[in-house]
């Protein structure tokens, strides 16, 4: 399978030459001092629709015939996959219908309808990618339209796959290391066998997110499985259950697969944009964020070439301040406490002399003070000024004698708050 696989990408390649845009393959000054090693970053988010997915929706319709091209093409997407079938709609005179759950941006919407150029429409269905997937197939069936997989059709994973030549072609050799976003597995079979056909000594590693960690799922299972729950905040790789055509795929290829928790992709995130000036989304940040954090969950080696493919920048604006609560979650400089404070006055003007540190700040302090009552719980965000700190802060709570429970990231409440 691998070998028909890397064959189809090479078709792919010399089928998408002229259309998708040979994306830069830049050094990262940041992360290669982070790791000691050479870090590129493949920029596959300056794609005409600013990400990979424009590869395997053109391969695979391309393809089609007269007759299928007549019929129109119908697809699910979280966003990115939706733009890149909308763009080859319109590049190659086709009507299509993209199905999206009510989780996708206002802003992927918006730019799958401009791309598409008055042939396509948008059908805003279900809460999860899955759930507008079964709708599409569904609708496919009913109305015979061409169904254009995101990631689960050979043609679709070759399209993505012709990323790994272009990094052959780019860098002059095969890099040590490649490692790779991971949502339904079109670009990790893709690349995968590619890589393992023409240059098995690269070590190929896949980065989830923790909370839709599909592929894992699947690996461990050893077979594709729905996830009991999914976080939909990294929603280009928020797929609930892995392809029944690209898992036997991944599992023959064998790269190394890890998580990555979706606070500590927001750090990554607000990194790219602050230091190295790039807009990445979600999705577009997972594979560099396996190399950051106090605890990195891929490591390599001093002197290793090592290529992370940003997969994407289509980031809505109006997400960056839920970015960087979680960033500031991740980084251990926010806190969540309910406070019992005493009902009388200069009870909060204590807490602020007594209990914050003189670089904290209370972000978030509500209080609903009830007269026949002789304390008030009060509901407390504070950022540190020094993620360190934090025991200091808990040791001052405990002296003042006030009563706090701090509220866990794992308590439901928590997602009231973030």
């Not at 923790?210 to 592929?215: I, R, T, Y």
Request: include cysteine; aromatic fraction near 6%; glycine fraction near 10%.
């Amino acid at each position: 399978m691998l070998a028909q696989l890397s064959d189809l990408v090479d078709e792919a390649t010399r089928r998408l030459a002229r259309v998708t845009r040979i994306t830069p393959l830049q050094p990262n000054a940041r992360l290669s001092a982070a790791t000691g090693a050479t870090v590129l970053l493949k920029r596959e988010d300056l794609q005409p629709v600013r990400s990979y997915k424009l590869r395997g929706a053109y391969n695979l319709i391309a393809q089609l015939s007269d007759a299928e091209r007549a019929a129109g093409v119908i697809c699910a997407s979280a966003g990115n996959h939706g733009q890149g079938v909308a763009w080859a709609c319109a590049h190659l005179g086709i009507r299509g219908h993209i199905y999206v759950p009510s989780t996708t941006p206002r802003q992927k919407r918006d730019r799958m309808l401009a791309l598409g150029q008055g042939r396509v429409e948008l059908v805003v269905i279900g809460d999860t990618y899955d759930e507008a997937s079964a709708a599409a197939k569904h609708a496919a069936v009913r109305t015979s339209a061409i169904l254009v997989p995101a990631f689960d059709d050979l043609r679709t994973a070759a399209g993505q796959g012709t990323v790994a030549a272009e990094i052959v072609d780019q860098l002059g050799r095969a890099p040590d290391v490649v490692v790779l976003p991971v949502g339904g597995g079109g670009m990790l079979s893709g690349v995968g066998a590619w890589f393992r056909t023409h240059h098995p000594d690269t070590r190929l590693v896949g980065v989830e997110p923790a909370g839709a960690a599909s592929m894992m799922a699947a690996m461990r299972a050893g077979h594709p499985v729905p996830l009991s729950s999914l976080d939909t905040f990294v929603d280009g790789a928020a797929v609930a259950r892995a392809g029944d055509v690209t898992y036997p795929i991944a599992r023959e290829i064998g790269a190394d697969m890890v998580t990555v928790a979706e606070g500590h992709i927001c750090t990554e995130m607000l990194a790219l944009y602050q230091t190295d000036g790039i807009i990445a989304e979600p999705a577009g940040a997972l594979a560099s964020s396996a190399l950051t954090g106090p605890r990195p969950q891929v490591r390599v080696e001093p002197g290793q070439t090592v290529v992370c493919v940003l997969s994407g920048g289509n980031n809505d604006v109006s997400r960056y301040a839920e970015i960087v609560e979680r960033s500031l979650v991740d980084e251990g400089r926010k806190h969540y406490f309910l406070v019992n404070f005493p009902q009388e006055p200069g009870a909060l003007r204590r807490f602020l002399d007594e209990v914050l540190g003189p670089d904290d700040d209370i972000t978030l302090f509500e209080y609903v003070k009830r007269s026949n009552r002789e304390i008030g719980p009060a509901l407390v965000g504070i950022e540190l000024g020094d993620p360190d700190s934090y025991p200091d802060l808990v040791a001052r709570m405990d002296a003042s004698q006030l009563t706090a429970e701090l509220i866990s990231p794992d308590s439901p409440l928590y997602r009231f708050l973030v």
